[in-house]
């Protein structure tokens, strides 16, 4: 009988010392950096802000432009590319991936750029979102079409993030207006739903059979930015498992590769779940993966980019993240971070930057319980309290 051989084509993984390139030197870069440098690998920046905080521990800093032709040409000389932010130029990866390693795919970060495409990948993966209407010119808002979905949230559908380039409306001539007041940009249009809690589940998936995802955080805003990540969720566990295999869908539909974001809301009794939008990078609200669980969201981020498949997404304990904006430090100094470092539960991870402004993102802590993350997110809240001097801040809302 004859035999027959198959042959698996296998691709030879990235190994250190080799060096990895990121586009953007923010927090998530330097956070980025430090995990690839643990592991062995040496890593290069590309920022044009001469204090980019991943600068500090890159092997190399290039500071120019996002679109400089040589810059792009230096980080090409690199074994992987990947990016920290998804308003870096698609087509830039596009053209760095003819020559080196990129990941995600600038098709990829081209679709989380716009919620119009975004919404429409979503669908495609058969889930579901919020009700919507494109408007991209002002005779779209119609009595017909617009006033069933109000009162809801016009969204620019381009370069909106923490809460920037939204605004609630409640009435047709408010969405008219809300329209002008956005430039006449094109705009998604989104219905208010019942909201229970907003989560958000970070998937690190190499390809269809080597994925996996991180417990759901619970997330808590404040001003449209993003204060407290909860986790485990305070929801059920099959509202939970949902999630994850409502993300896990998502990035195998995409052909996704990398560290994916994917927020959701959970709507009503029922505890419906709506995806409200991707970020294809590492998250905010994946900070807990830092200081609570095996591997974390950086080090998956390294792993994935270099061929390497995920790491144990494992929590080891219930946590609470909380953000640290600048509105917190005095005019005049520094935090006084001792009631961060004093406690054996909590670790404080600050992000380098040299100016502290309202809104900005200097930092974060995650506590730890060994009870509940309930009981995380009280006591990381108190310490937020005490961190910005507030003398009373009550109970949590």
């Keep these: 009988m004859a035999e027959f051989f ?6 030879s993984p990235i190994l250190p010392p080799a060096m990895l390139g990121i586009l953007g030197g923010g927090q998530l870069g330097r956070m980025f950096t430090v995990a690839a440098k643990q592991m062995g690998y040496r890593v290069t920046v590309l920022d044009p802000d001469p204090q980019a905080p991943a600068a500090e521990f890159a092997d190399r800093h290039i500071c120019a432009a996002y679109d400089d032709l040589q810059a792009l040409a230096d980080m090409a000389a690199c074994a992987a590319v990947t990016t920290e932010f998804e308003n870096v130029n698609a087509q830039a990866m596009r053209a760095l991936a003819l020559e080196t390693v990129v990941s995600p795919s600038g098709d990829c970060v081209e679709i989380a750029q716009n919620r119009i495409r975004e919404k429409m990948w979503i669908r495609k993966a058969g889930l579901q979102t919020a009700p919507y209407q494109v408007v ?6 119609t009595e017909a079409e617009t006033a069933a979905l109000l009162p809801g949230i016009l969204k620019t559908a381009a370069l909106g993030y923490d809460g920037k380039g939204q605004v609630r409306v409640a009435t047709v001539e408010e ?25 958000s589940v970070l998937v690190c998936r190499l390809n269809d059979r080597q994925i996996k995802c991180f417990p759901p955080a619970e997330n808590r805003h404040e001003d449209g930015i993003l204060a407290y990540s909860i986790v485990p969720a305070r929801l059920p566990d099959s509202v939970q498992r949902r999630a994850q295999e409502l993300a896990a869908r998502l990035a195998n539909t995409l052909d996704y590769v990398g560290v994916l974001a994917v927020e959701m809301f959970v709507i009503g009794t029922q505890q419906e779940l709506i995806v409200n939008e991707i970020a ?118």
Excluded at 136 to 141: A, G, P, S, V
Aim: proline share 7%; charged share 20%; glycine share 6%.
């Design 6 to 11: 198959i042959m698996i084509e296998t691709i």
């Design 280 to 397: 294809p990078r590492p998250h905010n609200s994946g900070h807990y993966t830092l200081d609570a669980c095996v591997s974390d969201q950086f080090e998956q981020q390294v792993r994935l980019m270099c061929g390497l498949p995920p790491a144990d997404t494992r929590l080891l304990t219930p946590c609470c993240m909380a953000n640290l904006l600048g509105d917190i430090w005095p005019a005049d100094g520094e935090v006084n971070w001792a009631p961060v470092l004093q406690r054996p539960d909590a670790a404080l991870h600050l992000y380098g930057k040299k100016e502290a402004r309202p809104g900005r993102k200097m930092g974060h802590f995650t506590v730890m319980s060994n009870q509940s993350s309930d009981i995380a997110f009280m006591l990381a809240y108190k310490l937020h309290c005490q961190l910005s001097r507030a003398a009373d801040c009550g109970q949590p809302a």
């Design 175 to 199: 969405v008219r207006a809300a329209f002008q007041t956005l430039k006449s940009v094109p705009c998604v249009l989104e219905k208010m739903l019942d909201l229970h809690a907003e989560i």
């Design 136 to 141: 991209e010119k002002l005779e779209d808002i």
